[in-house]
């Protein structure tokens, strides 16, 4: 019998073997991962990646890769993990960029916008990162830097809406809203099809009290996304001011079905109801924005100013004092509160409220004063 001859290979060799086979087999999991990160299958991804990145195959990428798997899953803690292990190992711009957007969809601005810093130092034109750089700081109230970043954006590409689009809403926050409308406007030539920018076009004309121009925006934006609670709110005020007492009423409504934790429609309903003086209809209303806003004062007062015409009494002066107490300064708290004590015939308090009155508006004071006299006269 013949016996097998052993082949005697030197150390270096195995191991050179070793590794290639190690190589090879980490390829064929990294490859793997591809095809099911690209079909979508993340958690299968993961593990593949993982593996890959065991066998010490492409290890940055395959980790950064678990990072993103993660981030599609909308893990964002275990993706901020992974992603802050990939950028210890190689740092690049697409890591920092989702890293920055985990911290942004956790409301962490400040590291957000330190993360997106960094993939803009690393890639300077990269023109998403740069953008949500300029979100992050309006988040954080510093305006100047954001619209100094969008700004930079729309250099950067400025046939692309987004930037403008980003940079009217910083403006519209700021309440510079004849600025938003450039910034908008803009947008929504360069897009006519961009929702948002058609709807905060048309709520800045509204607050610069042009109508007319905010009704062509808002039902420009209807017409894009009829489910839109904030849309059909916003036309439905317009209508309202404009006594189109029809159409605000299934603006209104619609904008209640689309989204009942809106307080705004509920005392749209309820100023439409009031004005009708369907004092019932009106009160059932303002309750629901109370409830939905407890910290509304003026869904207090209009409460207080319903009770008052129910000649609930007392409870429009529980009512008007909840105003006060969650708005000092509102004038018609305290001058409601002071007809509602002569309602009661409770002089003393009502001449109360006129002192009170008179240190912050002297008309609406002498107004109080007249009908506390006309009620002292037998």
Known sequence: MKIAKVLQLSLPFILLLSISAFGQSGKTAFDQAMSDFDAKRYEQAISGFRQAAALGYSVPEATYNVGLSYYNLKRYTEAKGALQEAINLKPTANAYYYLGNCFYFAEDYSRAGDSFREAVRLKPDYYEAVVYLGNSLDYLKRYDDAVAQYKRAIELQPNRAWGYYELGIAHYNSQLYSSAIGALS????????????????????????????????????????????????????????????????????????LDPTNPDPQL????????????????????????????????????????????SYQAAIDYYRKALV????????????????????????????????????????????????AASKP
Do not use: C, H
């Open 186 to 257: 803009t947008a929504t030539r360069l897009d006519p099809t961009y929702t948002k920018a058609f709807l905060f076009l048309g709520m800045s004309y509204r607050r610069s009290d042009n109508e007319k121009d905010a009704e062509t925006a808002l039902l420009k934006a209807l017409q894009l996304d009829p489910n839109s609670a904030l849309t059909n709110y916003e036309l439905g005020f317009i209508y309202e001011g404009q006594k189109r007492d029809a159409d605000a009423l299934a603006r209104y409504k619609e904008a209640v079905r």
């Open 268 to 311: 749209g309903l309820g100023n439409l109801a009031y004005n009708g003086k369907d004092y019932l209809g009106a009160l059932q209303y303002y309750k629901r924005a109370f409830e939905l806003n407890p910290s509304w004062a003026t869904a207090a007062l209009y409460i207080g100013d319903t009770q008052y015409n129910l000649r």
């Open 326 to 373: 969650l708005d000092p300064k509102r004038v018609s708290a305290m001058y409601g509160m002071g007809l509602a004590y002569i309602a009661q015939n409770d002089l003393s308090n009502a001449r109360g409220q006129y002192t009170q009155l008179l240190k912050m508006d002297a008309a609406m004071a002498a107004k109080l004063l007249k009908a506390i006299d």
